[in-house]
T-cell receptor, first 113, second 115 residues
Framework: AQSVTQLGSHVSVSEGALVLLRCNYSSSVPPYLFWYVQYPNQGLQLLLKYTTGATLVKGINGFEAEFKKSETSFHLTKPSAHMSDAAEYFCAVMPQGAQKLVFGQGTRLTINP | DADVTQTPRNRITKTGKRIMLECSQTKGHDRMYWYRQDPGLGLRLIYYSFDVKDINKGEISDGYSVSRQAQAKFSLSLESAIPNQTALYFC??????????????FGPGTRLLVL
């Protein structure tokens, strides 16, 4: 079965620093890949997604992610963290033909002033 | 108004009670989902429905049932609640696009505590 691993349940960075949230998937056939964000007391919202084409995907709020097939990874980055980025981030995959999302366990991002 | 609404937002119940969580959407989407969120486990799929006549079990359907009353409404029931069903429950919707292109839209969640 397809699985998703997010390295680090908690990540803390200083305001203005680089944000790097890691996501690896297990599949011999690359799935469709997503990052969702959950702000406090809210539901999830889509940050970005990779389906086909360019492997560097840009999302909302300055985030981007790069699909690396050789590493089975889809890490999320932002060059400069802002206090408003504090949230929980979920990597998710949709195996081709499955029509269902499989979520990682989430990474809580804390921004220090 | 929110596109995906869930009621109630918070619920405390006792072991053995039957409860229903409701989800409504105004997005006109055919697909609806129920997830539960537990700390450290992410979101896990309970049930999903691709149209009014289509209901499917997810990875953790035991102890739950669903009803798709209309395109816009999808309810989740706990027939006899138990403490390990204490969790945050999310409803989501999506519209069929090209495979892999669909975005899921989430409601605000229902926080359930089973005593």
């Amino acid at each position: 079965a397809q699985s998703v691993t997010q390295l680090g349940s908690h990540v803390s960075v200083s305001e203005g620093a680089l944000v790097l949230l890691r996501c690896n998937y297990s599949s011999s056939v690359p799935p469709y890949l997503f990052w969702y964000v959950q702000y406090p007391n809210q539901g999830l919202q889509l940050l970005l997604k990779y389906t086909t084409g360019a492997t560097l995907v840009k999302g909302i709020n300055g985030f981007e992610a790069e699909f690396k097939k050789s590493e089975t990874s889809f890490h999320l980055t932002k060059p400069s963290a802002h206090m408003s980025d504090a949230a929980e981030y979920f990597c998710a995959v949709m195996p081709q033909g499955a029509q269902k999302l499989v979520f990682g366990q989430g990474t809580r991002l804390t921004i220090n002033p | 108004d929110a596109d995906v609404t869930q009621t109630p937002r918070n619920r405390i119940t006792k072991t053995g009670k039957r409860i229903m969580l409701e989800c409504s959407q105004t997005k006109g989407h055919d697909r609806m989902y129920w997830y539960r969120q537990d700390p450290g486990l992410g979101l896990r799929l309970i049930y999903y429905s691709f149209d009014v006549k289509d209901i499917n079990k997810g990875e953790i359907s035991d102890g739950y049932s669903v009803s798709r009353q209309a395109q816009a409404k999808f309810s989740l029931s706990l027939e006899s609640a138990i403490p390990n069903q204490t969790a945050l429950y999310f409803c989501a919707t999506s519209d069929l696009a090209r495979e892999g292109q669909e975005t899921q839209y989430f409601g605000p969640g229902t926080r359930l505590l089973v005593l």
